[in-house]
Each structure stands twice: as structure tokens, then as C-alpha cells.
């Protein structure tokens, strides 16, 4: 049996964008000011000093970037509403109209190609305005402000968006997108006078998670009956090996487990509607949630989003070490360096499908075999690669070897019985990688940013996706 004709007929093959990554045209529709915009004008903040304005122009190119979609063949296409295009001040106040009507055209023109719209409500970026206000997701009313941003999506696009995320990455957002954090990823403006930096992930875990479940049961209550939608939550998923055999190591991974991926899903997802028991032991100032809240939190999620791109192997750390990050000393685990190939060169990224499988088969026993949607999964340019001529960088073998493992990995996952209903290339384009600015480049097709159009051209893996989905529909009669 090859390898596409493994899926299931209803199996959603899917591609991605997130709106910041890609669209540009900051001014246009009336789009108010992002914490995105706030981070590249600081002097020296992203990797490779673009210009600010420096984009795909996927606002202005979306006929384009749909054609392309249509080309590869992709059952579905998951991108994110602009939270500041659509509400420029963050809250009801002021509605661009002009937004909500962009966003149905591409909704509209997937349609017309039969591609299946899967809509990120908050990707990393948030209107200044509230940020400003009290930072982000440790803000109560920002919370607020958002779930009235997901009524009004609801409202405005439901008839046409039947696949609906709130977070994108909610375990990542909440170490790297509120405050600055010693030794990890830092994806929002400084700022220091923001107290209590040690309790603000889970501070804003907290209120993330309520904020989603007030934004699942919104739907649920409103718009479930009219409209027929489902909603997930998206979680960064990395799955982490023990060092060695020892209990020791067995029970620091069990602990990098809770507080790298299980933390802001068990909640909704077990009985119990609250975080790990390692983390409610470890740390007294957790916020509790109260029983109401709990009842509200479990079970709010039709399907969980993961995007996967690599594992760990950890340990046990001794009495007398330092770690190097807060996670990891509130935790008490640290990374060991894994035997996986780090396929793209020295970057954080490696190539572990035994981790997703893993993974999958894990989330299968802990959580109720719930439905995963892979909602990310893809490798970077090879490092230097920009040196090389245009036809060596768009013959990206080490990608498709990477996508072939990784969709190996989903098939063997559904043999073994995991609920796995789709897989999520990221990312269609090569775009801005957030700190990493575009010196890092995932896009299964090319763009040429020193060109006035951007010119978008299909990499080799994106032939290779295109070939694989044709087989996958053939093999099913769906073309
Ligand atoms: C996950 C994020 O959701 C996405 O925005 C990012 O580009 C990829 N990881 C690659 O780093």
C-alpha cells in the first residue's frame, strides 16, 4: 500500500499561513497597530534586521495564493484573522468593515475551489492598543475583548468557516508571548515594569484557558445549532524521552511532559478540569480555578491542534545545578542532546517522527482518544542555503524526506488506533519568522522577496505534496 492511499477517505491534507506571517499591507482595511509591529520597529530586535515593511503581501496576493492552493491540491487551509485588521483598537468600538469583507472573499474564493477554510483566531499577534493597557493575556479584560473578537468571527464568517481554532500554540504563547522570561523564546515588546515575570506564564495560562472555554461555549450555546462548526485549541506538541532507565529520569520527563505540553490541556481534557498534579505540587501560587470554572473548562474542545517539529530527551537535575531556563528549574528536568538528525542543519528544528508517533499514541491513553488535527508540521531551509543558486534551494530533498517520515509517522498512528483526522504542512510560503525575522524560511513554495511581486514558486516538496494528495484523492475518487 503506498503511502497516501494509508489516510482515510475524509482525512483532511491541509497547508498554513498565520496572518502576521504573511499578509503585509499594514495600513490597508484601516488594520490598527500589532504587538508585531511594536517588535520589529525595535532597533535590533529580529535576526536579520529587515525592514519592517518587508512582507509576502499575502493581503494583496490572496487570488494568487489561492490558485497556488488550488494547485497543490490541499484539502484545506488553515490561516489566521487579524485580530487589529478587523478591530484596529483590540475591541468592539471600531469595526473594519472593509476587513470582515477581505477575509469572506478568501473564505468565498476557497470555497469556489473547494478548499476547506480553518480559521486561527489569535496567532502571536495582538492589537497595541490593549497590550498597552495592562499586557496581554495577564489582562483579564484583554480576555474579554477577545472572546467579543470571536463572537463577532462567529457572526460574520460561520456560514462559511466550519473549522474554528482559538490559540495557536496556547502552551508557547504563555512562556513566550507575555513577558520576558530568562532562557526562553521572547515574542512580545518588553516590558519591564510588568511585575511577577516568575508567575506570568501560568498566570496566562490561566486565563487563556478560561478565555478559550468561554469561547467554546459561546459558540456552543449561539451558533453551534445555525451553523454546525466544530472548535480546537492548538498546543505546541513536543514529546520528551527519558535520558535513561532510571526513575529518576522517568519522573523529570514525566514533569517536562506536564509542563511542555500536558498544562494547558489536561484541564480540558481530563476529569479533573485542572492542570497537572506535578505543577499544582510544585507551585503554590498557581491560580486555582474555581468548580464553576472547572465545569466550563472541561471538555471544551472538539478536536486538539498540535503542531509537531521535534522531541527531547531530558533528565533529572541535581540539587546544585542551575538550569538555564525557568521551565526547566521550576520543573526540575534538563535537555540532553537526542540522537535525532538535525536535518536542516544547527537550528532548533529535528527530525524525530518516532516523537510524533509517540506522541499521538500518548495522547490517545491519556486523553479519551480525542480527534487530533496535526495543525503544523514542517522543516526550515537548510542553513546557508541563500548562498546557493535558486534551482539547489528549490530542490529541498532534505524537506520531503522530512514530510515523508513525519506523514509515515501519522499513518502508523492510525494503524494503532489514534484518532488522527488531519495533517498540516507548515508553511505555504516562505514568510516572517518572527524573531528569526526571513532569515529562516519554512515555505513549501519559494518567495522572492527582492521582487516587486513576491513571486511565489513551488519548491520540489510542494511537487512532492501535490503528487502525494493526487494519489490520495484518486485512490479515494475524489477528483
Ligand atoms: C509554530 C508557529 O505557530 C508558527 O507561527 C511558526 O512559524 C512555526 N512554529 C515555525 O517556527
Known amino acids: ?35 508585531w509591529d511594536a517588535i520589529r520597529s525595535e532597533y535590533g530586535r529580529i535576526r536579520d534586521d529587515s525592514n519592517p515593511t518587508l512582507s509576502c503581501e499575502g493581503r494583496l496576493k490572496y487570488k494568487e495564493d489561492v490558485a497556488l492552493l488550488a494547485k497543490i491540491g490541499v ?5 489566521s484573522i487579524s485580530w487589529s485588521r478587523i478591530l484596529p483598537n483590540g475591541t468592539l468600538s471600531e469595526i473594519n468593515k472593509e476587513a470582515i469583507q477581505y477575509y469572506r472573499d478568501v473564505c468565498l474564493l476557497l470555497r469556489d475551489n473547494g478548499i476547506e477554510p480553518i480559521v486561527t483566531l489569535f ?17 483579564k479584560e484583554n480576555c474579554e475583548h477577545f472572546v467579543k473578537f470571536a463572537d463577532l468571527c ?8 466550519k473549522t474554528w481554532i482559538t490559540f495557536n500554540e496556547i502552551n508557547m504563547q504563555a512562556w513566550s508571548s507575555v513577558v520576558k522570561i530568562q532562557g526562553e523564546l521572547w515574542l512580545c515588546p518588553d516590558r519591564p515594569e510588568i511585575e511577577n515575570h516568575e508567575q506570568a506564564p501560568y498566570i496566562a495560562a490561566t486565563n487563556m484557558l478560561l478565555t478559550h472555554a468561554k469561547i467554546y461555549r459561546n459558540y456552543e450555546k449561539n451558533y453551534k445549532e445555525t451553523q454546525d462548526g466544530i472548535i480546537g485549541i492548538t498546543n505546541g506538541g513536543r514529546f520528551c524521552f527519558p535520558a535513561s532507565d532510571s526513575p529518576d529520569d522517568q519522573a523529570a520527563r514525566n514533569r517536562a511532559l506536564d509542563w511542555l505540553f500536558n498544562y494547558t490541556i489536561e484541564p480540558i481534557l481530563t476529569d479533573s478540569g485542572d492542570f497537572p498534579a506535578t505543577m499544582r505540587e510544585k507551585l503554590p501560587f498557581l491560580p486555582k480555578f474555581t468548580d464553576e470554572e472547572k465545569e466550563m473548562i472541561k471538555g471544551s474542545t472538539d478536536f486538539l491542534g498540535i503542531n509537531y517539529y521535534l522531541s527531547h530527551m531530558v533528565r533529572d537535575i ?36 518516532d516523537g510524533l508517533l509517540a506522541l499521538l499514541k500518548y495522547v490517545k491513553e491519556k486523553y479519551n482518544n480525542i480527534p487530533v488535527f496535526i495543525t503544523e508540521n514542517g522543516c526550515m531551509n537548510l542553513i546557508g542555503e541563500e548562498e546557493k543558486k535558486e534551482e539547489d534551494i528549490l530542490n529541498d530533498k532534505h524537506r520531503i524526506k522530512y514530510i515523508t517520515g513525519h506523514l509515515e509517522a501519522v499513518a502508523k498512528a492510525i494503524d494503532n488506533g489514534c484518532n488522527v483526522i488531519g495533517y498540516t504542512l507548515w508553511t505555504l510560503m516562505d514568510n516572517f519568522e518572527w524573531d528569526d525575522g526571513f532569515a529562516v524560511k519554512f515555505g513549501i513554495c519559494r518567495v522572492d522577496f527582492e521582487s516587486p511581486e513576491k513571486t511565489r514558486t513551488m519548491k520540489q516538496s510542494a511537487k512532492y505534496y501535490q503528487t502525494f494528495i493526487r494519489e490520495f484523492k484518486k485512490h479515494h475518487n475524489l477528483l
Not at 323 to 343: C, H, L, M, N
Request: proline share 5%; net charge negative; charged share 25%.
Open 1 to 35: 500500500m503506498s503511502l497516501p492511499t494509508r489516510f482515510p477517505k475524509n482525512f483532511k491534507l491541509a497547508t498554513a499561513t498565520a496572518a502576521y506571517q504573511i499578509e503585509g499591507a499594514k495600513e490597508l482595511d484601516g488594520r490598527g497597530i500589532s504587538t
Open 75 to 79: 484539502t484545506s487551509y488553515r490561516f
Open 123 to 139: 496567532h502571536f499577534d495582538m492589537p497595541l492598543a490593549i497590550y498597552d493597557n495592562g499586557t496581554s493575556w495577564l489582562n
Open 154 to 161: 462567529f457572526r460574520e464568517f460561520g456560514d462559511l468557516v
Open 318 to 353: 541535581s540539587d546544585d545545578e542551575t538550569p538555564t531556563s525557568q521551565s526547566e528549574r521550576d520543573a526540575s528536568y534538563a535537555f540532553v542532546e537526542g540522537k535525532w538528525e538535525k536535518i536542516c542543519g544547527e537550528t532548533w528544528v529535528r527530525y524525530a517522527p
